[in-house]
């Protein structure tokens, strides 16, 4: 074969898998995804995870790495799984009767789902934060300093005020209420009411901050803040976030997994996925040729 | 099956918006991409018989071009702007956007292949029926077939002739050498012809760079539907690539 034939055949290979018709089926059971799910230093590990409600399987056989110091921001149409999988990774879950998770989720090596592990602690090491911005009916204060407080983590009140003061820096929100933290959280904007609840999470000191669309309710400049704000958190804490939004995603993560119907179908790099996806699925998805 | 409005029916957005901008960016490039390859033929014919009307028509005509390459840059500012492509949405409008440059810079070169016929009117050279300018028809002949087959690698995404157009490209090189070499003959034999031969090789050169813009654009291509970035690949370890 000349070098030109090698050329074109290799190339025909490629337009093959675009042009396959693998998006007008759904996936086998034994379907693979496509891209790496393991990295190299992972601060959580999922394997052959399936979640079902009921007899309905939500999550099929998905495994995936969730990288140090990175965001992964999962993406898909509606109902494909993502916020179930996100939910899996701090026992959301659990507080659904009908769901029944099984397979392996670790963080730094610990099972989650090891009977004799107590929830509570583990939602504080792996945090959340809601697509509606749901601040207690307290003051700002009170807000950040209630999580700290059960938890155990401030012996003093001035050490409590410390806590309050540095979480609701790393939000970006100190400036802005450090005069008014007796107002209640809820009198605040809905922009700041999210960084809010932001703040919240990491007053306890989580090592994994799962997002479940947290800028679907904000306008485009408070949207701007978080996102800046989440970059600013990589570098502290481990980021995985739900998003519908393409751009979001593209913007604010390093790597990004999509979902569809239930199979992790493919996870990769960021700038890959949004430049030259491999599967045909994803490529549908991300350019709107579905959805 | 490639559509009116320049989408392929089994591709087609759930925006309609995005494929009508898409298809009508495509078809500014596509339109101003033939009209570029009727100004290369002028150009080289002005240039081979010393013919002034000819090249004044080509640099008169080059402000229908220079509008188009504006209208261009608008609907490539609108697609970002507006729908923010991404994929390969977003690798064909990179590749749109990169042949909007190339075809300029080959309409550049048929200006300047125009301004050396018209230079040369001046001074009627005295060897007129030499065989370099037999050259320089010679050359326009694979050089226009290049930009043809590079268009319409862009028309149909037709990732295999973009990349016979990438190979293809190393013929028309050979060409452009053998000339200069022939070229080199008329300095050595009477200095009086330094100033047509110096003429004659900027107007084949121009030829060589809109075979090299020919190439760019179909390398561009195969990016385009692969997703793989073979543009500085050199074209022995393409495959490789």
New interface residues.
Partial sequence: MT??E???A???L??AK??SKAGSRPLDNDFKTIGEVRVNDPRMSCTDVNVFYGDKHAIKHDDLDIAQNQVIAMIGPSGCGKSTFLRCLNRMNDTIDICNVTGEIRLDEVDIYDRKLDVVPLRAQVGMVFQKPNPFPKSIYENIAYGPRIHGLAASRAELDEVVERSLAKAGLWEEVKDRLDQPGTGLSGGQQQRLCIARTIAVDPEVILMDEPCSALDPIATAKVEELIDELRENYTIAIVTHS??QA?RVSQRTAYFHLGHLVEVGDTTQI????RHKL??DY?????? | MVQEDGTKAVDRHILSRFDGDLGYFRGLVLDMGQRIVAQVVLASEALSTCDVVKARKVIHDHRRIRDLDMDALEANARLYAIHQPVARDLRFVLTLARAVYDLERIAGEAVRMADVAEAMYEYQPSVRDCVIFEDVRRITVPAVALLERSLKAIADEDVQLAVQVAFDCKELNELFEGAVRRLATYLMEDPRNIRWVIDATLGIKSMERIGDHACSIARNVIYSVTGKDVRHVNIASLAAS
């Fill in positions: 070098t030109a090698t050329v074109i290799d190339a025909d490629v337009g675009v042009r393409m751009q593209a949004f430049t030259n996806p994803t490529e991300i350019t709107g040729r579905f959805g």
